[in-house]
């Protein structure tokens, strides 16, 4: 079972760019498809951005499309989101996941394939 903690989140500019990490431990980190996803205030929890066991392959919303990156190291158990010209609609808390279930696919856009979460990390930009 792999324990996920979120780094990183902050008060940004709108313009801004800021990177949040999720730290893995507990398990081998290679064998999890990771996601991000955000919720914020009065809203459901959103798709951003997936990324498959080697890295190789990723999947993003459109709303951060060519502004939005997930990565992920496997020596350093870290999976990153860099966010560049943010925008205040990006304002939410950040949640990272993992699931070992399935090959990588668009599937892993919902948040049901996936059995682990972080807490989250708050994400603020203001205008």
């Known amino acids: 079972q792999v324990q996920l903690v979120e780094s990183g989140g902050g008060l940004v500019q709108a313009g801004g760019s800021l990177r949040i990490s999720c730290a893995a431990s507990?398990?081998?980190?290679?064998?999890?498809?990771m996601g991000w996803f955000r919720q914020a205030p009065g809203k459901e929890r959103e798709f951003v951005a997936a990324i498959s066991r080697s890295g190789g392959s990723t999947y993003s919303a459109d709303s951060v499309k060519g502004r939005f990156t997930i990565s992920r190291d496997n020596a350093k158990n870290t999976l990153y989101l860099q966010m560049n010209s943010l925008k205040p609609e990006d304002t939410a808390v950040y949640y990272c996941?993992?699931?070992?279930?399935?090959?990588?696919?668009?599937?892993?856009?919902?948040?049901?394939?996936?059995?682990?979460w972080g807490q989250g990390t708050q994400v603020t930009v203001s205008s």
């Open positions: 507990g398990s081998t980190f290679s064998i999890y498809v």
């Open positions: 996941a993992a699931s070992e279930r399935f090959p990588f696919s668009r599937y892993y856009v919902t948040d049901s394939m996936y059995d682990y």
